[in-house]
């Protein structure tokens, strides 16, 4: 297997907004005051205040030094135990994302955390909800709203290692078992609740509970959810009228705001969040993980199930996630069977390799997904075919390949399935995507390569 020289790209040079660090909150070494943008002459007032609430970190390798750990930048806010547990687990020293966000968040500034995948993101934000969050208080003091059931469970396991003892969290997510949670509820609220849109606004809309002493509301994969055309209206709701932004801290976190200038001014207009929201944006200028090496084979439909089972060959992952796109209507009516399906039932016949094939998509009942999920969690290293209901927040650190068997259908769902891989922050270990493409859409990776500043390299089979 050969690889073609690499296609060059216009790498596009990201001015940055305005930056004002705010007084309340100590800054940290790292933050860069970066020059008014002549881009915000064009906005009206509101839209510039805005702009002025943006904290961009510098250039990797640039941040300067006399790091702080977590625990220092925590101190004081952050119970000890819980701070303790994180350094079990190996949380010692922070990200960069997780300097830049925690100084801003535990001044109680309402705040859009946007960094790369995997960097970090879930701890920051957790270590806000900790220090808010009173255990003797027998009220719900803290929301955390996520798009699917797979990273509701993981938030949910992470906060019950990080904190056993004197938290209660609920997780109130699509597929569980409403009823039972409807007495808990009713019996003793929990301290903390992680929820899909879906779920939480059935008990809200009945009264089941209020958010009237909501502390912390945290939206993660924020640009998704407002996204969605079936969520949106909900989570609208829950920003203004289940519980109000003057009252609560705010957070929304993702590693792709689309627009985020336009984010910010809606926040602010919205009364989503107070008016001195802080963006703190990371890596502004590098939206992947610079660990992820690009490539791409070029092929008919026809060949991709063998071009696929030649990549693995060459590359044996230990662990790997093949993405596939969701079966399209035209297909469902000519009565073929789900493609998913069909490449796990070829992959279980014909490749060799010693890790299982599961499977992960969102047709599949709730039970399922979970198997599948502690299955790959478990074992030695893995295979997983999935629909994009595993590019979001999913946390498998362990896959070193992700290959695109279809092409994503933006480059935002390029970022986040890519972003499955490359998961260990202080770690050196160079990670692939591949994408298997016909010659037609070598002109969408183009774009996404011009989108997302990266390079994507040919690999001849
Ligand atoms: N301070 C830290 N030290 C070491 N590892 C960390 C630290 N903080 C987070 N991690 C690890 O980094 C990985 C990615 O973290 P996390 O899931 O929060 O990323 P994220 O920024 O939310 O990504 P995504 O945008 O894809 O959801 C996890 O495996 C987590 O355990």
């Given at each position: 297997m050969a690889v073609a020289p690499a296609v060059t790209n216009l790498r596009l040079l990201h001015i940055s907004s305005s930056a004002v660090v705010p007084k309340q909150c100590p800054a940290p070494s790292s933050v860069q005051l970066v020059g008014r943008s002549?881009?915000?002459?064009?906005?009206k007032p509101p839209l510039r205040a805005a702009l002025q609430t943006s904290v961009v970190l510098r250039e990797e390798g640039e941040s300067g030094g006399g790091a702080a750990t977590l625990r220092e930048l925590c101190r004081g806010h952050v119970p000890d135990h819980v701070l303790s547990r994180a350094e079990g687990i190996g949380y010692v020293m922070p990200t960069d994302v997780q300097s830049q966000a925690l100084p801003v968040l535990l001044s109680g500034r309402d705040c859009v955390i946007h960094a790369?995948?995997?960097?970090g993101k879930t701890l920051a934000y957790l270590l806000l909800v900790f220090s808010a969050?009173?255990?003797?208080?027998?009220?719900?003091q803290a929301l955390i709203v996520v798009p699917t059931r797979e990273l509701g469970m993981q938030v949910r396991i992470l906060m019950i290692i990080l904190e056993k003892s004197s938290c209660t969290v609920m997780a109130l997510l699509d597929g569980g078992m409403l009823r039972r949670h409807k007495s808990w509820l009713k019996a003793e609220p929990p301290s903390i609740v992680v929820a899909t849109i879906a779920s939480l606004c059935q008990m809200l809309d009945k009264q089941?509970?209020?958010?009237?002493?909501?502390?912390v509301l945290v939206i993660d994969e924020v640009d998704f959810l407002f996204n969605s055309s079936k969520q949106v209206s909900s989570l609208k709701k829950i920003l203004t009228s289940y519980s109000s932004s003057s009252k609560r801290q705010t957070v929304f976190a993702s590693a792709s705001i689309p627009q985020h200038k336009r984010f910010v001014y809606d926040c602010i207009q919205q009364k989503w969040?107070?008016?001195d929201v802080v963006h703190v944006h990371v890596n502004a200028i590098k939206p992947?993980?610079?660990c992820l090496q690009h490539k791409f084979v070029v092929c008919t439909k026809k060949l991709k199930h063998a071009v696929l089972l030649s990549l693995l060959h060459s590359d044996a992952p230990k662990s790997a996630i093949v993405f596939v796109g969701e079966q399209s209507e035209k297909s469902k009516k000519a009565g073929n069977g789900p493609s998913t399906v069909l490449l796990v039932d070829f992959l279980k016949t014909s490749y060799r390799g010693s890790s299982d094939v599961l499977l992960l998509e969102e047709d599949m009942n709730f039970n399922s997904r979970a198997a599948s999920l502690s299955e790959l969690r478990e074992g030695e290293g893995y295979l997983l075919v999935a629909t994009?209901?595993?590019?979001?927040?999913?946390?498998?650190?362990?896959?070193?390949h992700i290959y695109n068997f279809d092409l994503p259908r933006t480059a935002v769902d390029y970022l986040h399935r890519a972003g499955r891989?490359?998961?260990?922050?202080f770690s050196d270990e160079k990670c692939n995507v591949t994408s298997i493409i016909t010659l037609e859409e070598r002109f969408v990776l183009q774009r996404y390569e011009n989108e997302l500043m990266f390079n994507c390299e040919e690999v001849i089979i």
């Open positions: 002549s881009s915000s002459r064009r906005f790369q995948t995997g960097s969050v009173k255990a003797q208080r027998s009220a719900v089941i509970f209020k958010l009237d002493a909501l502390e969040t107070k008016r992947l993980p610079s994009d209901i595993a590019a979001r927040g999913v946390d498998l650190p362990e896959t070193t891989t490359g998961r260990k922050p």
